[in-house]
């Protein structure tokens, strides 16, 4: 079975991972930080927002079970691709909304993807996710990964990360792990 990688940014990678570790056909989601200039950065540095990175998933899924494509459809549903470097009150570039291409093929998707969307004009302005090739991919301490699993009842987690999930959960029912 081969496998492929996607790396995403839509605003805290807590709620992006706590999705994405439930849909079938995704084997592995490891929250990280991806596109900016600073080698090895740490949590506190990427909250500055001054080292130009994203706080980003890095997915490995199998695309006999779930497309690029397919991500793409619940990673726009569960985020605000219209807001420039926010997400709800989590504000700062590194909550921009990104995907982080590795193939060709990734990027055409991407880019079909968006187009379709701003055509459908499902929001009333136009989607700002950057699209962009992948470089260096960072992943997060130890203590972000699963954060949402093994921290459901932290404040930020119940008020912010919970009803994202519940939200997905309701509208891709069929695509959820067994």
Not at 80 to 90: I, K, R, S, V, W
Not at 99 to 109: D, G, L, N, S, V
Not at 155 to 176: E, I, S
Request: hydrophobic share 35%; proline share 6%.
């Amino acid at each position: 079975m081969s496998t492929e990688i996607a790396t995403l940014g839509g605003g805290c990678f807590w709620c992006l991972e706590a999705v994405y570790d439930q849909l079938r056909g995704v084997q592995d989601v490891v929250s990280g930080y991806a596109g900016g200039s600073v080698p090895n950065p740490t949590y506190e540095q990427v909250c500055t927002g001054t080292t130009g990175h994203v706080e980003v998933i890095q997915i490995t899924f199998d695309p006999a079970r779930i497309t690029f494509k397919e991500l793409l459809d619940v990673f726009f549903t569960i985020h605000d691709p219209t807001t420039l470097n926010q997400q709800g009150a989590d504000m700062g570039t590194q909550y921009r909304s990104a995907i982080f291409y590795h193939t060709p093929e990734q990027k055409h998707a991407a880019g079909q993807t968006i187009a379709e969307l701003n055509q459908a004009r499902l929001w009333d302005k136009p989607i700002v996710t950057e699209v962009t090739p992948a470089d260096v991919f960072y992943p997060a301490e130890d203590y972000h990964q699963e954060y949402f699993q093994h921290n459901p009842n932290q404040g930020y987690c119940r008020v912010v990360v919970a009803p994202k999930v519940a939200k997905f959960r309701k509208q891709h029912l069929d695509r959820l792990k067994s």
